[in-house]
């Protein structure tokens, strides 16, 4: 089997050399054949990765502005080609987890940047992405704030709303890449991204396979997982609309022990200034007080920042990595991103819960349940089945669901947020 890498690039030299032919002779069939093969019947690509899509997005836009209109049988597919990617793109034009060498001087969007630096097809590209974006719904597109996941391969977007100041979750984890790329925008500014690793990790045996993708009123999740080595490895992303708040996720289910404890890097954005949020855990992502912050919570630790041999959250470089202490073959390593500035305000605490089942206790390596808060009137609950889902209590509240975020209120009841049986 040859490089996937070598193969994508070859991909890319012959879309080059298929506009070349097009605009030289006005000849379009390889630019078509080439459409036809690369693109699925959404208009998203087959076998390139995001910033390959966007490369391949600047070359069919630039070639428009320098030949004029697309000939007439490649309209449709490079106009399906662009509505996918809207899905898929920040508010300043540019496809989530593509940082230019502009953004990763300064960490902010292309909006903010000098004009005079950025080169003037790139500006054209991302004007012509923005005014799409900001005409989508009149003109048929995809609205921007409408969640879509792959059925096919691990390629989701998760939207919450189409303004400027949405918030957007995006997964591509590649057959042929060694880590699953990834970008979380919120507030106006990207917080994580653009890698997401398990630790050790030099490649991915079988192909990441879409488990469920699941699209409510109130949030957006997309699983998937794969083999790395003996380990099965289940991954989610989760956002929770309206509320500022991102839950990701990794569940290792090993065949065999290990020495090392299961664990993962995330790459915190370019421009991000990183420090821990006073009294716990967690980690404060900022890139000037007046900008906003994030909290990245490891919701699996304990709270309080004592030495702990249950595992480790630290930041290593540009990188945030996670690490839990295995408590049986099955081993969940959440992250709870909230990036609402005047949430973090108050004081973050959080702990994790006792489950019962059958009235005895149950074990991390089958149930966790977390109870995370914000001050006195901020409180959520968190809870995944890791084992079969069966009859479990927490805090009083009863369920059977394999996945359940809820409010913890005054009263001390849970009102049920997102659930997934």
């Avoid at 076998?47 to 320098?66: F, M, N």
Wanted: hydrophobic content about 40%; overall charge positive; some cysteine.
């Amino acid at each position: 089997m040859g490089d996937g890498r070598t193969t994508r690039r070859n991909v890319l030299d012959e879309l080059s050399q298929a506009i070349a032919a097009w605009a030289q002779t006005d000849d379009d069939r390889r630019l078509l054949r080439w459409l036809r093969r690369e693109l699925d019947s959404n208009g998203t690509p087959i076998r390139l990765t995001l910033p390959e899509w966007d490369q391949s997005l600047d070359r069919v836009v630039a070639a428009q502005r320098g030949q004029g209109d697309w000939s007439d049988r490649c309209v449709e597919p490079i106009t399906r080609m662009i509505q996918a990617s809207l899905r898929f793109t920040r508010p300043d034009g540019c496809l989530a987890s593509c940082f230019g060498p502009s953004e990763q001087a300064t960490g902010v969007l292309r909006t903010d940047i000098d004009r005079a630096r950025l080169d003037h097809t790139d500006r054209l590209i991302a004007r012509t992405r923005r005014r799409l974006l900001a005409d989508g719904v009149n003109e048929g597109l995809p609205h921007a704030g409408i969640g879509w996941a792959s059925s096919k391969r691990v390629l989701a977007g998760l939207n919450d709303d189409g303004t400027a100041m949405r918030d957007l979750l995006v997964v591509d984890h590649h057959p042929a890449a060694d880590f699953c790329r990834f970008e979380l925008f919120g507030s106006g500014r990207s917080w994580l991204g653009p890698t997401w690793a398990l630790c050790g990790e030099t490649g991915v045996a079988h192909r990441p396979r879409p488990q469920s993708w699941i699209s409510t009123v109130t949030a957006d999740l997309a699983e998937w997982s794969h083999l790395a080595g003996e380990d099965r490895v289940s991954r989610s992303i989760l956002l929770l609309r309206g509320l500022r708040l991102a839950l990701l996720s990794v569940v290792v289910e090993r065949r065999s022990p290990a020495s090392d404890p299961p664990g993962y890097r995330i790459a915190r954005a370019p421009g991000l200034a990183v420090e821990p949020v006073e009294g716990c855990r967690a980690l404060l992502l900022s890139q000037s007080p007046r900008r906003g912050t994030a909290q990245v919570v490891p919701i699996g630790l304990p709270c309080p920042a004592y030495p702990t041999d249950q595992g480790r959250f630290a930041v290593d470089g540009e990188d945030l990595v996670l690490s839990h202490t295995p408590a049986g073959r099955r081993t969940w390593l959440p992250l709870l991103v909230s990036w609402d500035a005047s949430r973090h305000r108050k004081r973050l605490h959080w702990r994790v819960l006792t489950i019962s089942e059958r009235s005895r206790k149950v074990g991390a390596e089958r149930a966790i349940a977390v109870r995370v808060s914000w001050g006195r009137q901020e409180t959520y609950v968190i809870y995944r089945s890791l084992a079969s889902p069966a009859p479990r209590i927490f805090l009083g509240h009863r369920t059977q669901n394999r996945f359940l975020v809820g409010r913890f209120t005054d009263r001390g009841i849970i009102e049920p947020i997102f659930e997934v049986e």
